[in-house]
């Protein structure tokens, strides 16, 4: 069973930092991409940045140069590093995992950016 566990989220100031991570358990041996999504109230749920198996990475352009995606292959563990945040970036932020057998999510962790 593939798990996902989210972290690192919290209250932050505009301009400030935080960094997320997500742990993955399970069995699993092919990696088709794992990315961090983002739903704020209202809206609909967005990609922020993925990785895919070849180690290519994409970030929606409202992060681009603000967040850093990287993965740490030995402990199935993945990060965001949000920098320079913005009250817009308030959200629920999930982990995302797909796998050829099927797509697996976490429970999410809140991040909000508010002065």
């Known amino acids: 069973q593939v798990q996902l566990v989210e972290s690192g989220g919290g209250l932050v100031q505009p301009g400030g930092s935080l960094r997320l991570s997500c742990a993955a358990s399970g069995r699993f041996f092919v990696i088709n991409s794992m990315g961090w999504y983002r739903q704020a109230p209202g809206k609909q749920r967005e990609l922020v940045a993925r990785i895919n198996r070849g180690g290519g990475t994409n970030y929606a352009d409202s992060v681009k140069g603000r967040f850093t995606l990287s993965r740490d292959n030995a402990q199935n563990t993945m990060y965001l590093q949000m920098y320079s945040l913005k009250p817009e970036d308030t959200a629920v932020y999930y982990c995302?995992?797909?796998?050829?057998?099927?797509?697996?999510w976490g429970r999410g962790t809140q991040v909000t950016v508010s002065a």
């Open positions: 995302n995992l797909d796998l050829p057998g099927g797509d697996y």
